[in-house]
């Protein structure tokens, strides 16, 4: 599940000033057994066009996600490989977060 939105407004005399909000969450499993992510973010912006020939941007961006610790699909000689969705980590060895801000 993925939702994800955009907003965007100019204010002020002549449109001086530009105010994108864009923002996004996602809980999702992958093909692995037992494995779930969850990340989310929001990243605006501020700019006001002082002149023409000068304007000032401000930027911010924060995101933040869980993954699991997944070390990748096990070979064994004589065994072969495992299932792709076979989670081969430790349940209690995750999740790993992970903060931009």
Known sequence: MRFAGDFQS???ADDQI???I???YEDAETFRDTVETEKRGLCTSFTWNISDTISLTYEL???EQEVPFDRGVVHA???GF???DTFAGESGAGPITNRLE
């Open 77 to 79: 000689d004589g065994f």
């Open 61 to 63: 961006e924060c995101t």
């Open 22 to 24: 864009t923002g996004f």
């Open 82 to 84: 495992s299932p792709c």
């Open 10 to 12: 100019v204010v002020g």
């Open 18 to 20: 530009g105010l994108p």
